[in-house]
């Protein structure tokens, strides 16, 4: 949280109902008892809590000040959030848009160690059927359960990312250094200046087509190092359904992060 200097004028119209920090964009709430900038949860969604009577200029100003303020309050809050799915047997997990049912398949002694932490989606009976090791205790089958969850969303992301980077940055005219998956609770990815792109693995939950803009949008990146009016140009430019993609993202964003700890 940080202070704000005394505020004399009246709010203007123009002022934003949204921003931007990282990959997420936070409804703004308008307080008239706040007298600082926070970030807070409500209903289940993060959101932006400013002061009533701020001047759009003002705020634009303290916001691009404050960005990594920003960026690790948003991560301190996600990492204290409940995650979603904990690898019990009938929890819902969700693959490239598709919704699967969890069912676990325990290894007996007579099966080989080669075939455990195995994940096969059917998507005729929405089922994840996930092929584990004979464990004492259910507590210690659902910790493998996630284990093996995060581990295949990981590989998965690396197969359907690699040739995607490379097509898109073809056709933008732009190159990437290389292609990392991590663990983001805050954000899909990041872009840094020498090149190295990295990615959400819990992007895999949303559509192909979602995927797709996360893509363009970091490679975008490495033109405009910010979110600025020509930054936005360049991403619907080579991705027309922005617009759309950004929506599913601002919908269910906040429950992917979630998914899993």
């Known amino acids: ?38 970030i807070k949860y409500r209903q289940g969604q993060l959101c932006l809590e400013i002061p009533k009577a701020i001047k759009p200029s003002q705020l634009s100003r303290i916001l691009q000040k404050n960005q990594q303020w920003l960026l690790r309050r948003v991560a301190d809050l996600a990492e204290m959030t409940t995650p979603i799915f904990s690898g019990e047997q009938g929890q819902p997990i969700t693959f490239f848009g598709q919704n699967y049912q ?21 998507e005729k009976s929405q089922r994840a059927k996930f092929f584990l090791a004979n464990l004492k205790s259910d507590k210690q089958t659902a910790e493998q359960c996630c284990k ?55 992007l895999m939950q949303a559509p192909e087509w979602v995927i797709d803009y ?27 359904k922005t617009k759309q993609a950004k929506q599913v993202l601002k919908q269910q964003g906040r429950e992917w992060i979630s998914f899993l700890s």
Not at 102 to 122: F, G, K
């Open 1 to 38: 949280m940080f202070a704000l200097k005394s505020l004399k004028n009246s709010l203007l119209p123009e002022l934003p109902t949204e921003y931007q920090v990282g990959d997420l964009s936070l409804p703004i709430v308008l307080s008239a008892r706040r007298k600082s900038i926070a």
């Open 102 to 122: 969890c069912e676990w398949q325990v290894n007996t002694q007579a099966e080989t160690q080669a075939n455990t932490q195995r994940i096969e989606l059917c």
């Open 148 to 202: 093996a969850t995060a581990l295949y969303y990981k590989e998965k992301a690396y197969h359907y990312l690699d040739p995607k980077l490379d097509f898109y940055a073809q056709k933008m005219g732009v190159q990437y250094h290389s292609l990392t998956v991590k663990g983001y609770k805050s954000r899909w990815g990041s872009c840094y200046s020498d090149g190295r792109i990295q990615f959400n693995w819990r």
């Open 214 to 240: 996360v893509v363009v949008h970091e490679l975008a990146h490495l033109v405009h190092a910010n979110h600025s009016r020509d930054f936005w140009n360049l991403v619907e430019q080579h991705y027309p």
